[in-house]
């Protein structure tokens, strides 16, 4: 049972815009902390935003020109990333905890070009 699908990566020509979309299981999207992954080749994967509630928290690189959002009755959460550069290209994961279980999006390709 799929649990999240990503959509929105592809191309993306840097200065541009960036809207990411994840479409989350109905029972595990309520009450839930939602969060956008990413890893870029050769890297480890690092957390770029996290939405709990009405709380959010942007890793550094992200802060100011990104906005994690969600969207409580269509069960969607996105991410906007404004300014995009060659090094915000990577797998974007959706990425959901709640009451302890983890749940993973199959990822989606990001590749900015300069």
């Known amino acids: 049972q799929v649990q999240l699908v990503e959509s929105g990566g592809g191309l993306i020509q840097s200065g541009g815009s960036l809207r990411l979309s994840c479409a989350v299981a109905?029972?595990?999207?309520?009450?839930?902390?939602l969060c956008w992954y990413r890893q870029a080749p050769g890297k480890q994967r690092e957390r770029v935003a996290c939405?709990?509630?009405?709380?959010?928290d942007y890793v550094d690189s992200a802060k100011g020109r990104s906005t994690i959002a969600k969207d409580d009755v269509k069960k969607i959460m996105y991410l906007q990333m404004n300014n995009p550069q060659p090094e915000d290209t990577a797998v974007y994961y959706c990425?959901?905890?709640?009451?302890?279980?983890?749940?993973w999006g199959q990822g989606t390709q990001v590749t900015v070009s300069s």
């Open positions: 109905v029972d595990i999207f309520d009450d839930s902390t």
């Open positions: 939405v709990a509630g009405y709380v959010t």
């Open positions: 990425f959901v905890r709640k009451r302890g279980l983890e749940y």
